[in-house]
């Protein structure tokens, strides 16, 4: 058995609020759908690169050009189907995480399709549903946020991060908690401030947040150890973290006491487990995070965080509070008790609509061997 053919489709969609974080306001969102095909059996993945290389790196550009020209053509000349093959041997190409995962996560879509059964129980899945929080951007008025954050709680987000940056941080807390003194409360910087700002950022221990979120930028991890001396606040890292590597080392420096998982930015499913598992036995709870995905992209994570070491609620929500229309159906939908639905059926569980991708998709590519 190999892969008969891989797809790569570059889609763009509207959001249904544009999302503003510290280093751009978005409308939309420009991503590559992933498909494997295996004897009449297609695994879904996603790959989270964005139109400009403002989170990391990479791009939609730079990830389709290596995954055509390295991971796609490597994956079809060693006959490569299953997604722990896949990871080893395209161990020899440097980088590139979210190009690398998006077609791992369609391995293993592929992999649990071809067994019957559900995504998270073929990598060690324990839970029944996962605890949705919400991200919410950087709005025009403080109204405005607090009005976003009203209607989220109603809907039954169990946890609130807010993004900030210089002159939209402890301030925006302090009228935050005037409204909703007991929510559970954290801060996402992505990165924008530096070593510095330390003093101004102790502040934010007056808002009993759950987590201040990388407050520097990436390659940062001693000032972030730092840091972390100086604050009571928990340091939790994002950008920072590309590896387990990067996790042992941020642990042994003290740069964060606990660790968002994002698939995409660490490489796919097998690196993940590698750090939840490394975590876990540090005693380090860890979360998942989000890159406002479709409801491809989202269904892995739903499945990752179905692991016993994600103790945070994630940063995964509900379908509509990303688009008006997503890719899948049955859309993802929050519970009354906050939590989201592990889908039952083999492999993501859930069906990405055809005709909702074609609508979205701008080009598409075709990979066969030979
Ligand atoms: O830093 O967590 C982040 C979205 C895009 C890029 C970076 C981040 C985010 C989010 C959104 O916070 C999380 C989600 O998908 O709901
Ligand atoms: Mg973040």
């Not at 050009?65 to 189907?81: E, G």
């Not at 405005?144 to 993004?163: D, M, P, S, T, V």
């Amino acid at each position: 058995m190999s892969i008969e053919r891989i797809e790569l489709s570059l889609l763009k969609m509207p959001y249904v609020h544009y999302f503003e974080t510290s280093f751009s306001r978005e409308y939309d969102r420009t991503f590559i759908i992933v498909k494997v095909f295996e004897e009449g059996v297609v695994g879904y993945g996603e790959v989270v690169a964005t139109a400009s290389p403002l989170y990391s790196c990479e791009t939609t550009t730079t990830a389709w050009h290596v995954l055509k020209d390295f991971f796609i053509p490597l994956t079809l000349k060693m006959a490569i189907s299953d997604p722990v093959d896949y990871h080893r041997e395209m161990g020899m190409y440097r980088g590139h995480p979210m190009a690398r995962a998006g077609l791992e996560l369609a391995l293993w879509d592929l992999k649990a399709k071809k067994k019957g059964q559900p995504l998270y129980k073929i990598y060690g899945g324990i839970k029944e549903g996962i605890t949705a929080g919400v991200s919410v951007g950087i709005q025009d008025t403080v109204p405005e946020l607090l009005n976003r954050i009203h209607a989220f709680l109603e809907e039954g987000y169990q946890r609130i991060k807010i993004k900030i940056k210089p002159g939209w941080d402890g301030n925006i807390c302090r009228e935050i908690r005037k409204e909703f003194p007991d929510i559970l409360l954290q801060v996402d910087a992505n990165g924008a401030y530096g070593i510095e700002d330390a003093e101004h950022l102790k502040e934010l221990d007056g808002y009993g947040l759950l987590m201040l979120e990388q407050p520097f930028p990436p390659y940062d991890l001693w000032d972030h150890s730092r840091l972390q001396k100086l604050i009571k606040t928990p340091v939790c890292l994002d950008e920072s973290i590309l590896s387990l590597i990067t996790v042992r080392q941020a642990l042994e420096m003290g740069s964060c006491r606990i660790v968002n998982i994002k698939v995409g930015r660490i490489g796919g499913i097998v690196e993940a487990r590698k750090i939840h598992d490394f975590c876990q036995d540090k005693k380090i709870p860890v979360w998942c995070g989000g890159m406002l995905e479709s409801g491809i992209g989202r269904a892995h994570n739903v499945h990752l965080a179905s692991l016993p070491n994600f103790l945070f609620p994630n940063d995964i929500s509900a379908s509509k509070r990303y688009y008006k229309q997503d890719l899948i159906d049955p859309a993802f939908d929050i519970e009354p008790d906050g939590t989201i639905k592990i889908p039952r059926d083999p492999g993501i569980g859930v069906k990405p609509v055809e005709t909702r991708i074609q609508e979205a998709t701008l080009k598409r590519e075709i990979f066969r061997n030979h």
